[in-house]
């Protein structure tokens, strides 16, 4: 018993090519590298607005750092007026006065390491504000003044965190990029 089969395929790609797709893939790759290029400038934009953001109330936050530890000083120095009157009467013993002195020594030494920090911050942040950083002599001169305070709200009403998901998915340059 023998079984025997030929065969023959042709193919002809009639359609290949056929339509405006072929030639309008070049124009879509181009709109897509367009897209592409408006996601990375405002995922730079968006980097760039948040530190100077973050840099501005890092100095904020220093600067009240500032005005926290001059009141610590003032308070120290008061305390040791208290001991140094109250050692006079007799009425505490002689140490204490020493350990009222360390303490606004010790007060006064913070206070320069925060002046220190909030100049060294202002530095950061004209660095980052400026071509030249502080090249510039104004720009060396110049003081940086923060208006804001920071200030905790006593409750903050967030959306669900669904909301905030979506609200990322359809917002975020870094994203909407990935997924073009």
Not at 129 to 151: K, Y
């Amino acid at each position: 018993y023998t079984l025997s089969s030929l065969s023959l395929t042709f193919t002809q790609p009639l359609l290949q090519g056929f339509g405006t797709a072929v030639n309008r893939r070049h124009i879509l790759v181009a709109a897509n590298n367009e897209k592409i290029a408006d996601y990375t400038f405002q995922q730079q934009l968006v980097a760039t607005v948040s530190g100077v953001v973050r840099l501005y109330f890092d100095l904020v936050s220093l600067r009240q750092d500032v005005e926290v530890k001059r009141q610590a000083i003032r308070r120290s120095e008061t305390l040791l007026e208290n001991n140094r009157i109250q050692v006079e009467v007799g009425t505490l013993a002689p140490i204490e006065v020493v350990r009222a002195q360390a303490e606004v020594a010790r007060n006064q030494q913070a206070l320069t390491n925060a002046e220190s920090m909030v100049l060294q911050q202002e530095v950061i942040l004209k660095n980052f504000l400026s071509r030249r950083g502080t090249e510039d002599p104004e720009l060396q001169r110049a003081e940086l003044v923060p208006l804001d305070t920071i200030s905790v709200p006593e409750n903050e009403e967030l959306p669900a965190l669904e909301t905030l998901v979506e609200e990322a998915f359809r917002r975020r340059p870094d994203f909407l990029q990935t997924r073009l």
